[in-house]
């Protein structure tokens, strides 16, 4: 068959075809007058390309049926993605699951930021250099200002205002820390690594700081309720973050392009989690915990809170028959 | 469409395979466009931030209250890492910068991004603009990361999208419409203005008509292809390109010139008339 014939034959379909794309793809979604003959025009444009091609009718005509073909491939291909329904399978199951399923590398992390810390907190005790160091004149002074002799015993806001723009602060500063914790690992953990370890040794210096120089009951009363879910968080994000990296390092059986693909979406639940964990801990942080409170009532709900999140992660999501995969 | 080896073509083209068992071929987008449509998306991220902060300010100051300073925060927080991602699961794919240069994003596969794709992309992005001046508010990333990432691979991907299995293409808007589905050959009229754009000089109109002639040697299929690519491309060119090309097959065709222009044009419409 001619060139000239074949364009002929199929032209009436390939306009109709493109008139439907057009309609679909505008932003409204205009109405198609027969939605039903979509499939079977975009599979006679998929099997016209083939020939096109096979039987090299040139470049301006395959070029064409190839764009008709990828822009019906999009719209029939388009993931559909059922909200309400998705959290409650991805907090009940998928979150707790993919964080036990890479409990090792949990455990790396927790050692990378915990093993900071508690180094910090035990060296304030012989030797206050370290933590000196560590934090510098003017966040010594700061830490002085918030936590001193001299600064006032409860409640350090006292407003609403105040706490909703802690509130954002919190959101702000803390999930991005998770978010990049996350991201660095993709440069060979190495980046995962220094946030880790960093945050580990500086929450560490400062809590040690608060310990040795201040008044240590209103810093705990203050931090308690909200400690569990934003230091896990961040040990959360950080396996994310040791996943990408390791799927370069140690790619197994794939390649290193596929091992680092399949990373991003295991690695993906943990740092969704990790940051609506940290966005939790933002809200107690900037709404609850300045509120003027016995402190034996913070440290119970702060333990309560450690209780919850441990069973959480260790029991949620276990058995049961599975509605849906796993880490989409 | 076979070549013998892949590796030395110079295009940008990435084939693959549909579900439905045909090759579609996509155009991947390279560093320069990537960074236009990223300067227009930066611009228009600056100006939603300035515009907000001068809303809130004046409503501040109205009501007399500090709140304001925490929305902007928050819009802050979403603008720097969310941006992109409405915009990318959208129908067209892409962000108002993107759209400008006529590209968008997709998966490897071909189809549109999922929101898990937009997101691990996007939150890679922080690695990809690294180093970073001024690590807070007016955020200056040199992209050089990314950059690298970009030439260094085939398909032209940053870190981010190699983490989430996308690619950003050239969308297919350019393309001619319906009404041209019969493409000037090189017997039909001189270019239209719309073409002028490209033909300087003003080229003059071929020969008519061809005499088609088979060709007196093998050719392979890409070989066919660039023989009736020629002629469809005539009237993009002025003369003395036609023959700085036609002279490429001197060995082949045996003339020089016009006389194998000709030529090549002959074989071109008698690949087309065979077929």
Same mark, same amino acid.
């Given at each position: ?92 199951? !998928? ?52 936590w ?5 015993t ?37 980046? !995962? ?6 945050? *580990? ?5 400062? !809590? *040690? ?5 201040c008044r240590p009951d209103t810093f705990y009363s203050f ?14 994000? *950080? ?56 402190p034996?009532?913070?440290y ?29 | 469409?076979? =070549? ?45 931030? $300035? ?6 300010? %004046? ?79 007016? =955020? ?124 090549? %044009?002959? %074989?071109?419409?008698? $690949?087309?008339?065979?077929?």
């Open positions: 068959m001619k060139r000239t014939s074949f364009e002929e034959r199929g032209a009436r379909d390939w306009v109709e075809f493109e008139n439907m794309l057009q309609k679909l793809e505008s932003q409204k979604g205009q109405p198609v007058a027969d939605p039903e003959r979509l499939p079977g025009l975009f599979r006679q444009a998929c099997s016209d390309l083939s020939l096109a091609e096979h039987r090299v009718y040139g470049k301006s005509l395959t070029e064409r049926l190839n764009s008709l073909v990828i822009r019906g491939y999009n719209l029939i291909y388009k993931p559909s993605r059922p909200l309400a329904e998705g959290m409650l399978t991805f907090f009940g199951r !998928t979150f707790p699951r993919s964080v036990r399923a890479h409990a090792r590398l949990f455990w790396l992390n927790m050692l990378l930021f915990w093993g900071g810390f508690l180094a910090m907190v035990v060296s304030v005790q012989s030797d206050p250099i370290w933590v000196q160091s560590v934090l510098g004149q003017e966040e010594m002074l700061a830490l002085d200002v918030t001193g002799e001299r600064a006032p409860d409640a350090v806001r006292d407003e609403f205002q105040s706490d909703f723009i802690m509130f954002c602060m919190y959101v702000y500063n803390n999930i991005s820390i998770d978010f990049m914790t996350f991201a660095g690992g993709i440069l060979f953990c190495l980046g !995962t690594i220094f946030f880790s370890v960093f945050n *580990g040794i500086h929450l560490g210096a400062a !809590t *040690g700081y608060v310990h040795h120089a931090v308690a309720g909200h400690s569990s879910f934003e230091l896990m968080a961040l040990v959360i994000s *950080g396996t994310g973050g040791m996943l990408l990296g390791l799927s370069i390092l140690k790619p197994g059986r794939h390649t290193r392009r596929q091992a680092l693909v399949e990373a991003g979406r295991t690695s993906l639940p943990l740092i969704l989690g990790a940051s609506c964990m940290t966005f939790v801990a933002a809200c107690i942080e900037g709404f609850w915990s300045a509120q003027p409170l016995d034996i009532i913070k119970s709900v702060g333990i309560f809170f450690w209780i919850l999140l441990i069973a959480y992660l260790v029991f949620a999501g276990r058995g049961g028959i599975p509605r849906s995969h796993d880490g989409h | 469409m076979e =070549l013998t080896n892949r590796e030395e073509r110079l295009d940008t083209q990435q084939r693959i395979e549909l579900a439905e068992g045909v090759n579609i071929s996509l155009r991947v987008a390279g560093l320069p466009v990537r960074f236009l449509a990223y300067v227009i998306d930066y611009l228009i991220c600056g100006g939603i931030i $300035l515009g907000a902060a001068f809303v809130l300010s %004046i409503i501040g100051i109205a009501t007399g209250s500090f709140g304001m300073v925490g929305i902007m925060l928050l819009l802050w927080f979403i603008v720097r890492w969310f941006y992109n991602v409405p915009f990318e699961l959208g129908k067209r794919g892409a962000t108002p910068g993107k759209r400008a240069m006529k590209i968008r994003v997709m998966q490897t596969t071909g189809t549109p991004v999922t929101v898990g794709q937009s997101l691990v992309r996007n939150l890679l992005r922080f690695v990809d603009e690294m180093p970073t001046f001024l690590a807070t508010f007016p =955020l200056v990333p040199t992209y050089l990361f990314g950059s690298v990432a970009i030439v260094c691979g085939k398909r032209f991907q940053r870190l981010g999208d190699l983490a989430a299995g996308t690619i950003v293409i050239y969308d297919d808007e350019r393309l001619p419409a319906a009404s041209t589905l019969h493409v000037p050959t090189a017997s039909s009229s001189p270019p239209s203005p719309a073409q002028g754009a490209y033909a300087q000089p003003q080229p003059q109109p071929p020969p008519i008509p061809p005499q088609p002639i088979p060709p007196r040697f093998p050719l392979h299929r890409e070989e066919q292809v660039a023989f009736t690519g020629f002629r469809e491309r005539l009237p993009l060119w002025s003369e003395a390109r036609r023959m700085e090309i036609a002279d490429h097959l001197t060995p082949l065709t045996g003339k020089t010139g016009p006389a194998a222009v000709d030529e090549v %044009i002959n %074989i071109g419409a008698w $690949l087309d008339e065979t077929r």
